[in-house]
């Protein structure tokens, strides 16, 4: 019995030196690799999280902007291209609201600008002047230009901007797409199902992260062809 | 024991970090699954709100069509009004439309454009209720309702039960007016604005219908009773011998001297004297109608007052059959039951006191009929271009020449199959004493004896004069010695039928100054007939002069329209002179007309607005044989007589405080035909359904806004 138990400690002992250390280089590998690995899971997982918080974020701001882009016109007796809806290029300023000198958009429909104005009279009598409200978009956001008194004619230079996107995180603006129907036959329908609209407007960007398009339109009924 | 600790201290190491590592872990998937779900729930709430989005869109389209059926006739329109009129929202059954809730509102009446109305559509749609992903989107739609429209009249061939003579715009008649019937025969007059008659002299009159006051201040009728004075303002009738069916009206009633009634309703008060009635009425303001004017009053007959009483006033020798009613007080002074007693049911005071029963009346609860409601008129688009394609002859003026076009002549070509004519027009150089004057020919021309060249005469000049019988619109600078006909065509000709017989539409504003004539005249302007000339000069509708012409006539002569001495068979107008004899029904009935007038501008579609409406007047100040249709205002002089139905139409904007539709003293309706005539000339027109079918409506999305 005494030679059995002899025999067997010193080998345990030596084994159990050089196979802590190696056991311990392989557990310190291993711990390695998974924190490597979870450190990689953590970061994508934050990107896609943020990638897919901008897009909806985007997405909302153009679902907001599409709602603004239906008062447009509301309530006039005979809504005008041009004169009630305005596409043209401007600079805003957003911290003072200017915005002066919007030049129309030249040439042939369509027209790609950064800042739409229109007018609508939201009681639709006629009495009181029209309001006037606006979207624009630049490398420092995405604008609502809150409704604002105006006058029947000409657009107002000084706007309350309200930010429907903030964060363009190196992505180019968004681009207002606006597209003129001259006849009945190439009438636009709201979401295809109402109306006959003279003006169809298409807010268009890009994904983040992956960079694939992001389109949405809407077809403005208020504007019958002109 | 070292031993053992050692053993434990790694252990717990092992425990700790094992712990402190799961934890770590749980953090980072409930973090993660937090953030996928937040993601989760964005992304499904846009898909809901776009789905809500649609739901409300389509949902505005199947409105449409329901409101485009609601206006496809005046029937399904009437009774979709009354049903959304009488509340500010009426919420709309949306059938299997899950999801989607709407209300309808009806805007107010436009007077400038009474043929449209607005009605306001609020639509909620839901998408995915009851989770946390719900959506709702509430859309406001504005609907532009075109009204179906109908045209005035029956067509000849029709039944004429509900001939009418309609006026809006008031009706102004200073002196004695008097309408002839055959017995048997009635009419409606209905009038939009105020109605005042000094004298009115009638018989068979069916209903007097006025969106403002009636006020009647003398004359009488005969033996047939009115069966309805319904006005949306006073009814004020003095020293008229008449007797009423009903009187309805949304103020005051007083009734002074001679009128009998047997249901008489006031929302306010009703001021009796004399005349025997059966049950009377009066709402005294109380009831939830009130006792409203939509138009301000004319002025009160005279001797007449404005109430100084609540109720109801019965004085000097009135007989009462049934009883008399009221939510005010009640002064039965002077009245007395035609046989037994009559009642009394009131909510106030009789003399002063509580209601006693005596003699003469009994005591009873006052059962009210329902408040009266106001009168409503139905829209009626009229524009003479509507009838241009039905003209014999189309006049127009280029400055230089006058230019006609011709159409259904027997024997003359259509002027569009003309290749070789100038621009589509035959030149006309109604010019003095030369020979070529009153022909239409081809080109310019003086010698109307090459009939290939001249293929027609159609006017008839004075054998002394050869003086020219169409005169065009002459131009500003000349305009000083023509006076106020200067911008019109004027037509001065010769007894007995001064333009060839057919139907004549002239571009413009037209004065009849001298000549008899047998035509359908049709101008996109004002009609005067003046007083120039003999008295005998007047008009004759196509079917009133027949196919031979009529004579003795208050000693007036017309020619015939087919058979006459005077034109030349090629000029007939074929619609009417027919192989099988003499059509009247032709164009529906348009030959019962002797002067129809107004217009809208071209290219207008189903009416226009007042402002833009163009002329429409039509002033006569002698004999006209034939109905009258004036898309504005009509005015008729002393001793007026009108051998057909009047209609003015109050499209244009000229209405004022003293300018509306007028007859001067002596002015005489003749509704009464002449047995040779009563087969072929109905007085009531044509125009009717036969010849412009009533236009459906329509309906179109105006206006849309989420809210």
């Given at each position: 019995?005494?030679?059995?138990?002899?025999?067997?400690?010193?080998?345990?002992?030596?084994?159990?030196?050089?196979?802590?250390?190696?056991?311990?280089?392989?557990?310190?590998?291993a711990l390695?690799?998974?924190?490597?690995?979870?450190?990689?899971?953590?970061?994508?997982?934050?990107?896609?999280?943020?990638?897919?918080?901008?897009?909806?974020?985007?997405?909302?701001?153009?679902?907001?902007?599409?709602?603004?882009?239906?008062?447009?016109?509301?309530?006039?007796?005979?809504?005008?291209?041009?004169?009630?809806?305005?596409?043209?290029?401007?600079?805003?300023?957003?911290?003072?609201?200017?915005?002066?000198?919007?030049?129309?958009?030249?040439?042939?429909?369509?027209?790609?600008?950064?800042?739409?104005?229109?007018?609508?009279?939201?009681?639709?009598?006629?009495?009181?002047?029209?309001?006037?409200?606006?979207?624009?978009?630049?490398?420092q956001?995405?604008?609502?230009?809150?409704?604002?008194?105006?006058e029947?004619?000409?657009?107002?230079?000084?706007?309350?901007?309200?930010?429907?996107?903030?964060?363009?995180?190196?992505?180019?603006?968004?681009?207002?797409?606006?597209?003129?129907?001259?006849?009945?036959?190439?009438?636009?329908?709201?979401?295809?199902?109402?109306?006959?609209?003279?003006?169809?407007?298409?807010?268009?960007?890009q994904?983040?992260?992956?960079?694939?398009?992001?389109?949405?339109?809407?077809?403005?009924?208020?504007?019958?062809?002109? | 024991?070292?031993?053992?600790?050692?053993?434990?201290?790694?252990?717990?190491?092992?425990?700790?970090t094992?712990?402190?590592?799961?934890?770590?872990?749980?953090?980072?998937?409930?973090?993660?699954?937090?953030?996928?779900?937040?993601?989760?729930?964005?992304?499904?709430?846009?898909?809901?709100?776009?789905?809500?989005q649609?739901?409300?869109?389509?949902?505005?389209?199947?409105?449409?069509?329901?409101?485009?059926?609601?206006?496809?006739?005046?029937?399904?329109?009437?009774?979709?009004?009354?049903?959304?009129?009488?509340?500010?929202?009426?919420?709309?059954?949306?059938?299997?439309?899950?999801?989607?809730?709407?209300?309808?509102?009806?805007?107010?009446?436009?007077?400038?454009?009474?043929?449209?109305?607005?009605?306001?559509?609020?639509?909620?749609?839901?998408?995915?209720?009851?989770?946390?992903?719900?959506?709702?989107?509430?859309?406001?739609?504005?609907?532009?309702?075109?009204?179906?429209?109908v045209?005035?009249?029956?067509?000849?061939?029709?039944?004429?039960?509900?001939?009418?003579i309609?006026?809006?715009?008031?009706?102004?008649?200073?002196?004695?007016?008097?309408f002839?019937?055959?017995?048997?025969?009635?009419?409606?007059?209905n009038?939009?604005?105020?109605?005042?008659?000094?004298?009115?002299?009638?018989?068979?009159?069916?209903?007097?219908?006025?969106?403002?006051?009636?006020?009647?201040?003398?004359?009488?009728?005969?033996?047939?009773?009115?069966?309805?004075?319904?006005?949306?303002?006073?009814?004020?009738?003095?020293?008229?011998?008449?007797?009423?069916?009903?009187?309805?009206?949304?103020?005051?009633?007083s009734?002074?001297?001679?009128?009998?009634?047997?249901?008489?309703?006031?929302?306010?008060?009703?001021?009796?004297?004399?005349?025997?009635?059966?049950?009377?009425y009066?709402?005294?303001?109380?009831?939830?109608?009130?006792?409203?004017?939509?138009?301000?009053?004319?002025?009160?007959?005279?001797?007449?007052?404005?109430?100084?009483?609540?109720?109801i006033?019965?004085?000097?020798?009135?007989?009462?059959?049934?009883?008399?009613?009221?939510?005010?007080?009640?002064?039965?002074?002077?009245?007395?039951?035609n046989?037994?007693?009559?009642?009394?049911?009131?909510?106030?005071?009789?003399?002063?006191?509580?209601?006693?029963?005596?003699?003469?009346?009994e005591?009873?609860?006052p059962?009210m009929?329902?408040?009266?409601?106001?009168?409503?008129?139905?829209?009626?688009?009229?524009?003479?271009?509507?009838?241009?394609?039905?003209?014999?002859?189309?006049?127009?003026?280029?400055?230089?020449?006058?230019?006609?076009?011709?159409?259904?002549?027997?024997?003359?070509?259509?002027?569009?199959?003309?290749?070789?004519?100038?621009?589509?027009?035959?030149?006309?150089?109604?010019?003095?004493?030369?020979?070529?004057?009153?022909?239409?020919?081809?080109?310019?021309?003086?010698?109307?004896?090459?009939?290939?060249?001249?293929?027609?005469?159609?006017?008839?000049?004075?054998?002394?004069?050869?003086?020219?019988?169409?005169?065009?619109?002459?131009?500003?600078?000349?305009?000083?010695?023509?006076?106020?006909?200067?911008?019109?065509?004027?037509?001065?000709?010769?007894?007995?039928?001064?333009?060839?017989?057919?139907?004549?539409?002239?571009?413009?504003?037209?004065?009849?100054?001298?000549?008899?004539?047998?035509?359908t005249?049709?101008?996109?302007?004002?009609?005067?007939?003046?007083?120039?000339?003999?008295?005998?000069?007047?008009?004759?509708?196509?079917?009133?002069?027949?196919?031979?012409?009529?004579?003795?006539?208050?000693?007036?002569?017309?020619?015939?329209?087919?058979?006459?001495?005077?034109?030349?068979t090629?000029?007939?107008?074929?619609?009417?002179?027919?192989?099988?004899?003499?059509?009247?029904?032709?164009?529906?009935?348009?030959?019962?007309?002797?002067?129809?007038?107004?217009?809208?501008?071209?290219?207008?579609?189903?009416?226009?607005?007042?402002?833009?409406?163009?002329?429409?007047?039509?002033?006569?100040?002698?004999?006209?044989?034939?109905?009258?249709?004036?898309?504005?205002?009509?005015?008729?002089?002393?001793?007026?007589?009108?051998?057909?139905?009047?209609?003015?139409?109050?499209?244009?904007?000229?209405?004022?405080?003293?300018?509306?539709?007028?007859?001067?003293?002596?002015?005489?309706?003749?509704?009464?035909?002449?047995?040779?005539?009563?087969?072929i000339?109905?007085?009531?027109?044509?125009?009717?359904?036969?010849?412009?079918?009533?236009?459906?409506?329509?309906?179109?999305?105006?206006?849309?806004?989420?809210?």
């Amino acid at each position: 019995m005494q030679d059995a138990i002899d025999t067997s400690h010193p080998h345990q002992r030596g084994i159990s030196l050089i196979s802590l250390l190696i056991g311990m280089l392989l557990a310190m590998l291993a711990l390695l690799a998974m924190l490597m690995l979870f450190r990689t899971v953590v970061h994508n997982s934050a990107e896609a999280g943020r990638d897919s918080r901008q897009n909806g974020d985007r997405s909302l701001a153009l679902l907001m902007a599409h709602q603004h882009l239906h008062d447009a016109g509301y309530g006039l007796p005979a809504a005008t291209f041009a004169t009630d809806l305005q596409p043209c290029n401007a600079t805003l300023d957003p911290d003072t609201g200017a915005l002066p000198d919007c030049t129309a958009a030249a040439g042939a429909s369509p027209w790609t600008v950064n800042t739409l104005l229109w007018r609508f009279d939201s009681d639709r009598d006629g009495t009181q002047p029209p309001v006037c409200a606006g979207l624009h978009s630049s490398e420092q956001g995405f604008y609502y230009l809150m409704p604002v008194s105006c006058e029947t004619s000409g657009w107002p230079t000084s706007w309350q901007p309200q930010w429907l996107l903030s964060d363009i995180d190196g992505q180019a603006p968004l681009e207002l797409k606006v597209e003129k129907h001259a006849t009945a036959a190439g009438a636009c329908q709201a979401l295809g199902a109402a109306g006959s609209g003279g003006v169809s407007v298409t807010l268009r960007g890009q994904h983040t992260g992956s960079g694939t398009a992001l389109e949405s339109s809407t077809c403005l009924v208020n504007f019958p062809p002109q | 024991m070292k031993g053992t600790h050692h053993r434990k201290q790694r252990g717990i190491t092992t425990l700790l970090t094992l712990i402190l590592i799961g934890l770590a872990l749980t953090v980072a998937v409930m973090g993660a699954t937090r953030q996928l779900r937040s993601q989760q729930e964005q992304s499904i709430a846009l898909h809901s709100q776009t789905i809500a989005q649609a739901r409300a869109w389509t949902a505005a389209e199947v409105l449409r069509e329901y409101l485009h059926q609601q206006v496809l006739d005046t029937a399904s329109w009437d009774a979709f009004r009354n049903a959304i009129a009488s509340e500010s929202s009426v919420a709309v059954d949306m059938g299997n439309f899950d999801g989607v809730t709407a209300s309808l509102s009806l805007g107010p009446e436009d007077p400038a454009n009474p043929s449209y109305r607005l009605v306001t559509a609020q639509i909620v749609a839901k998408a995915v209720e009851d989770t946390r992903a719900e959506s709702t989107s509430t859309l406001e739609a504005v609907y532009h309702l075109n009204l179906p429209v109908v045209t005035g009249g029956n067509g000849s061939d029709g039944e004429p039960d509900t001939r009418a003579i309609n006026f809006k715009d008031g009706l102004n008649v200073g002196g004695n007016i008097g309408f002839i019937t055959l017995p048997g025969q009635s009419y409606d007059i209905n009038v939009e604005g105020n109605v005042y008659i000094g004298s009115l002299s009638v018989d068979g009159i069916g209903a007097i219908r006025s969106t403002g006051s009636v006020h009647i201040c003398g004359g009488g009728s005969g033996q047939q009773p009115i069966s309805l004075i319904h006005a949306s303002c006073d009814v004020d009738i003095r020293s008229f011998t008449v007797s009423v069916d009903t009187i309805k009206a949304t103020r005051n009633v007083s009734l002074y001297n001679h009128v009998s009634t047997n249901l008489l309703v006031a929302n306010g008060t009703a001021d009796i004297v004399s005349g025997t009635h059966n049950n009377i009425y009066a709402h005294d303001g109380k009831s939830e109608a009130g006792a409203t004017c939509v138009e301000t009053p004319p002025n009160n007959c005279p001797g007449s007052s404005s109430p100084s009483f609540t109720g109801i006033r019965t004085f000097w020798g009135t007989k009462v059959n049934g009883g008399l009613y009221s939510k005010g007080n009640i002064d039965p002074t002077g009245s007395s039951a035609n046989s037994g007693k009559f009642s009394i049911g009131t909510e106030g005071l009789v003399n002063g006191q509580a209601c006693t029963p005596n003699s003469n009346y009994e005591c009873v609860a006052p059962q009210m009929e329902a408040p009266v409601p106001p009168v409503t008129v139905e829209p009626e688009v009229f524009d003479v271009n509507t009838l241009r394609n039905m003209a014999n002859y189309i006049f127009s003026y280029d400055g230089n020449n006058i230019r006609v076009k011709v159409k259904g002549l027997e024997d003359i070509p259509d002027t569009p199959e003309q290749g070789e004519l100038s621009d589509g027009y035959y030149l006309m150089y109604d010019i003095k004493n030369v020979p070529s004057n009153g022909w239409i020919c081809k080109k310019q021309t003086f010698y109307a004896n090459n009939k290939e060249e001249c293929p027609a005469k159609i006017t008839w000049y004075t054998a002394s004069g050869n003086q020219p019988v169409i005169h065009p619109p002459a131009t500003s600078s000349s305009c000083s010695s023509s006076g106020a006909f200067c911008h019109n065509w004027r037509l001065s000709g010769n007894s007995p039928s001064s333009i060839a017989p057919g139907i004549a539409f002239f571009e413009g504003s037209l004065t009849l100054n001298l000549g008899r004539f047998t035509n359908t005249f049709i101008a996109t302007g004002d009609i005067h007939v003046t007083t120039g000339g003999s008295w005998t000069n007047t008009v004759f509708a196509l079917n009133y002069a027949g196919p031979d012409g009529i004579t003795k006539v208050s000693g007036m002569t017309a020619i015939g329209v087919c058979d006459n001495n005077h034109y030349s068979t090629v000029t007939r107008p074929k619609d009417f002179c027919t192989d099988k004899g003499y059509n009247h029904k032709a164009h529906n009935g348009i030959g019962n007309y002797a002067l129809l007038a107004g217009s809208c501008p071209e290219g207008s579609q189903n009416g226009c607005s007042k402002e833009s409406y163009i002329g429409g007047k039509i002033t006569t100040e002698k004999h006209v044989f034939g109905a009258i249709k004036a898309g504005d205002l009509f005015e008729g002089g002393q001793d007026t007589h009108i051998y057909g139905y009047v209609s003015s139409l109050g499209q244009g904007s000229r209405r004022t405080t003293l300018t509306t539709n007028k007859m001067g003293n002596t002015t005489r309706i003749y509704l009464d035909v002449p047995t040779e005539r009563q087969d072929i000339y109905d007085p009531s027109g044509g125009l009717g359904a036969d010849s412009s079918p009533p236009q459906p409506g329509s309906a179109v999305l105006r206006w849309t806004r989420y809210l």
